[in-house]
């Protein structure tokens, strides 16, 4: 079963993400059951992977500043990061630069979510996805829910720890492939990256799907920096 949330012109969104939309959800469930947050970072980068995560909050623990990764400085997030990998359900996977180019990001994103979702400790009874699509193969029911992580806390920890893991796959990348500016940029089209993108080539991280990677460099044109192993 797949669905979407209501608008979120109905909601305050000044006023933070909260579990209201997990407990209307929950009275639908049996006792007990648990439900996710999940949700994305890197759709819109030149390089790297799209990464997903699935969260199951502890209520009774949530950390204190919680609110949606966009809204938040890096030091509050690496600690929120922390605090929810310790004390709460989460699960990551990632789509492949490889992936995308032959899925498209939707469709990629789409498949790193269910991914993530069926990667949980323990299955969860339904799944809120940041978003306007719900991912087949989910495992279980699913709600869309447009702009999710400025309105649900599941959604807002998953957030979070996308952001943080694509982060620091992107500072790893950086090493392997210098000169690029990947630790400073995260792949996103800056004037930099694009500027280096056509003094070096593509490395074997960039998106050649996207737009203006096809436009910027020659059809020909092979990975700079050797082969590097792409993340999975």
């Known amino acids: 079963m797949a669905r979407r949330s209501e608008s979120p ?42 990464v997903t995560a699935a969260v ?32 709460h359900q989460v699960a990551v996977a ?15 994103t789409l498949w790193a979510m269910a991914q993530a979702v069926r990667s949980l400790a323990e299955a969860p009874a339904f799944a809120l996805i940041d978003g306007l699509d719900v991912p087949p ?19 807002a920890a998953a957030s979070i720890v996308a952001k943080v893991t694509r982060d620091r796959l992107m500072v790893r990348l950086a090493a392997q492939c210098p000169g690029y500016g990947f630790d400073q940029h995260k792949g ?27 436009s910027l460099v020659a059809p020909a044109a092979g990975p700079a920096n050797g082969s590097v192993p792409q993340l999975v």
């Open 9 to 50: 012109a109905l909601f305050d969104l000044a006023q933070g993400p909260d579990l209201s939309i997990e407990r209307r959800v929950g009275r639908g469930l049996i006792r007990g059951a648990c439900v996710c947050g999940v949700d994305e970072a890197g759709r819109g980068p030149l390089a790297g992977p799209v």
């Open 56 to 87: 199951v909050l502890d209520p009774a623990r949530i950390p204190d500043g919680l609110d949606d990764s966009k809204k938040l400085d890096e030091a509050t997030r690496e600690r929120l990061f922390e605090q929810i990998c310790a004390g």
């Open 94 to 108: 990632c789509a492949s630069v490889a992936r995308i180019d032959r899925l498209n990001i939707r469709g990629a």
């Open 137 to 155: 193969g989910l495992g279980c029911p699913g709600e869309a829910v447009v702009k999710g992580d400025a309105r649900s806390l599941s959604i």
């Open 188 to 214: 996103y089209g800056t004037a930099a990256h694009r500027a280096a993108i056509l003094a070096l080539g593509p490395s074997p991280h960039h998106r050649r799907s996207f737009e203006p990677v096809k």
